[in-house]
């Protein structure tokens, strides 16, 4: 075989027509279908169900993409479970005959989902620490005072709906005993009194509700904050560069606001990086470039997780000029 022909079975300068970028597909919306998903058929269907995001995706030693990740459920990523789901299970549905979007569609009810079991890479799998347990420990004692703390309010509520309850029985009596003077007068007192009592039973209730509704609101925050990794300042030369593209950027506040989509390279260094924000599953996204320097690189305290930051919101990113590549 000649150098020529060597090299054309190792290295190509196309794709094959319809193939998917793994860029493009980690960040992807996941839909769920009861029915059977008919590929013939184009755009968005309504009986489908948006279940979570596709964040990574799992290769087998021959090189085929075996597996993707999907988060699935939570909010603002707390509460999220992974969830792999074979390659060959997915269906790709055109956005239009003649468009180069699609939407990612799974045949399964939105709780097989949920009930699949959470998936644990076996590269990242350890033991858990004695910090974690701590952790949990201290969490589950705040959660025991903020219930007892619940309790001991009811308690007092429960003795004040008491006290309401006689002071309405004196009233009665004392009604009872005008009675002689006018039937009237009793009859109107009677309707203001069951009147007021039912006020005061229900506000004591909302009130207790309330309560408990902030404690148990608090003991999940402060779970959220204990679970949160510890992240420290690193060094863009640090990560990885196959590990950038794709990566998900977030604001000053911690909220996503894209992903980056490709490196700009000047006189052979690294300068800027083409950040994709807004849009929904890669439609209506706006590519802009800002410099490295702008850049915060974050790294997992205790593992190898990286993190980028930028100190501006997703308005003000939608607000610079476009980027068009060279």
């Not at 109107?188 to 039912?198: M, S």
């Amino acid at each position: 075989m000649s150098a020529d022909a060597e090299a054309g079975a190792k290295f190509s300068a196309t794709s094959e027509q319809g193939a998917v970028m793994a860029s493009e597909l980690i960040g992807a919306r996941l839909y769920t279908s009861e029915t059977e998903v008919d590929e013939t058929v184009f755009g968005l269907n309504d009986n489908w169900e948006d279940v979570g995001e596709i964040h990574d995706i799992v290769l087998g030693k021959d090189g085929e993409v075996d597996q993707v990740i999907a988060d699935i459920g939570g909010f603002l990523g707390i509460g999220e479970k992974s969830v792999a789901v074979s390659m060959s299970e997915l269906k790709f549905i055109s956005d239009g005959e003649d468009s180069d979007d699609w939407f990612v569609v799974i045949q399964a009810a939105a709780g097989d989902l949920e009930n699949a079991p959470a998936y644990e890479s076996a590269a990242v799998m350890a033991p858990e620490t004695d910090l974690s347990a701590q952790a949990s420990a201290e969490m589950e004692e705040m959660e025991t005072d903020a219930e007892m703390a619940a309790e001991a309010t009811g308690d007092e509520l429960q003795d004040a709906a008491a006290a309401t309850g006689a002071a309405l029985d004196n009233a009665g009596e004392e009604v009872d005993q005008a009675v002689d003077a006018t039937g009237e007068a009793l009859d109107n007192t009677g309707e203001e009194v069951a009147e007021a009592a039912d006020a005061t039973g229900e506000a004591i209730e909302n009130t207790g509700e309330a309560i408990v509704a902030e404690a148990d609101e608090a003991t999940d925050e402060m779970a959220a904050e204990m679970n949160e990794p510890e992240y420290a300042a690193a060094e863009f030369g640090d990560m990885p560069r196959d590990e950038i593209v794709g990566t998900r950027v977030y604001d000053a506040n911690g909220e996503w606001i894209g992903e980056v989509n490709s490196l700009v390279e000047t006189d052979g260094t690294i300068s800027e990086a083409v950040i994709d924000v807004g849009g929904f599953l890669g439609i209506g996204e706006k590519p802009v470039a800002v410099s490295i320097a702008d850049l915060l690189i974050e790294r997992e305290a205790e593992g190898d997780t990286f993190r980028i930051s930028i100190n501006a919101t997703e308005d003000e990113l939608k607000a610079m000029p476009e980027y068009e590549a060279m």
